[in-house]
């Protein structure tokens, strides 16, 4: 179900994203399958949401009812997919294009998922992360464990329903009409829906990569940021890129602690969310990651001694 939108406590979902990392190593693995779908079954997810007031009606106790209704992804045959995120960070990357659509969020179950699949029959399934390591849930595989009372399975229940818990379950005609291991099926249907989001996201990636998103206004935020952590010496910055997603990179030149690195890392993605749409990668200075970026770029952010700034 989904729940009314309002300040909430950090949307996070660790086991499923690992879930998903390790289900992608092989899509027709079936122990890997199950794992990404009970963690699929049991997460929150973030949608962003339009939110509509329908002034000309009112309920009987005389309040204005309102209308949602969630962003939809078509990918480069026109398919459309519903996009799921399973954190903030992953959410920040979707406000291409909708920077000036008034979007809130909601907080949504697999439930509430499978009722908006359901109601939209011209939904090809859920995307989730569609703008990170993504990973999609076909229609029917949706429907399917919907309508089997949300159990795991692995086959619309056209014909026949089986769960994963089943040590060695059966084999039928395949229910989008191939005879063959219902695994291999699903894991082509997968592959393709994320080949074809991917063509979608490369036109839309080659028109953003000649801005450069270290602005000058961003930069100021990273600083006036930076200055409230006495743990921070100098920080460099650059965009970079992995898996045909964009993000920057920042290293920091600290003693601080992984968990302390961590904390300051959520205080700068905060203090700068309104400067820029990419995601933050947090390393420190001295790490393998950052040697070319500390060999090549001037910090941009350097502690002054006696700590005057």
């Not at 995601?279 to 990651?289: P, T, Y």
């Amino acid at each position: 179900m989904a729940e009314p939108i309002r300040k909430m406590d950090p949307v996070t979902n660790p086991v499923l994203v690992d879930a998903m990392a390790t289900f992608k190593l092989d899509l027709t693995n079936r122990e890997h399958e199950k794992a990404f779908l009970e963690a699929a079954l049991e997460a929150k997810y973030l949608l962003p949401a339009k939110i509509e007031q329908l002034k000309d009606q009112t309920t009987p106790d005389g309040q204005v009812p309102t209308r949602m209704a969630f962003s939809v992804l078509t990918n480069a045959n026109g398919d459309k997919f519903m996009p799921a995120f399973t954190d903030e960070i992953e959410l920040k990357k979707n406000r291409k294009g909708l920077e000036n659509e008034p979007l809130q969020i909601a907080v949504v179950d697999f439930r509430a998922l499978y009722s908006f699949i359901k109601q939209s029959e011209e939904i090809k399934g859920i995307v989730i992360n569609p703008f990170g390591s993504a990973l999609c849930l076909v229609r029917q595989q949706v429907i399917a464990i919907g309508e089997n009372g949300f159990k795991i399975v692995v086959a619309p229940p056209k014909q026949q329903v089986f769960d994963l818990t089943t040590p060695e379950p059966p084999k039928p005609a395949n229910v989008l009409g191939a005879p063959e291991d219902d695994s291999k099926v699903r894991a082509d249907m997968i592959r393709q829906a994320m080949a074809d989001m991917e063509a979608a996201k490369d036109t839309d990636d080659e028109q953003e990569d000649t801005a450069d998103p270290l602005t000058d206004e961003l930069i100021g935020a990273m600083k006036t940021s930076l200055k409230k952590q006495k743990a921070v010496k100098k920080a460099y910055a650059k965009a970079d890129k992995e898996n045909g997603e964009r993000y920057l990179l920042i290293a920091l030149e600290t003693d601080a602690s992984d968990a302390e690195l961590e904390d300051i890392g959520n205080s700068l993605r905060e203090d700068c969310a309104d400067y820029t749409d990419l995601a933050f990668d947090f390393v420190k200075a001295d790490s393998i990651r950052a040697k070319d970026l500390v060999a090549e770029e001037k910090p941009f952010y350097e502690k002054k001694r006696f700590g005057f700034f």
